[in-house]
């Protein structure tokens, strides 16, 4: 039987709300939740959400994905230090993307 874990509770429970903001944003257009973007900017919205929206979405399934691995499994710290990484990874990616826009205008 799957013991649930108050870690693996978490994890789930994280990835759920994080996976909630990132439809959110990328689907109802709750730009607003994106820090230090102002409609107001050069870089048009539905840019920001698609690309900050897709990156949350995959970072929130990610770490739902992992609190159901804790579920079946004891999930060993390397993984975690890796997961860790890889949403760091994640996030500079997104930033340079949005940083780097050039509309079809400009280019």
Not at 18 to 47: C, H, M, N, R
Not at 54 to 71: D, N
Request: no cysteine.
């Amino acid at each position: 039987m799957i013991e649930f874990s108050p870690g693996a509770l978490e994890w789930i429970g994280a990835g759920t709300v994080v996976t909630l903001l990132g439809w959110l944003i990328k689907f109802q257009g709750w730009t607003f939740l994106v820090a230090g973007y102002d409609s107001s900017t050069e870089i048009p919205e539905d840019v920001v959400r698609d690309i900050s929206g897709s990156t949350i979405l995959r970072v929130g399934i990610a770490t739902a994905a992992i609190g159901l691995i804790r579920l079946v499994t004891d999930v060993p710290v390397g993984l975690r230090l890796l997961f860790g990484a890889l949403v760091v990874v994640a996030v500079l990616r997104m930033i340079y993307r949005v940083r780097s826009y050039e509309s079809a205008d400009t280019a």
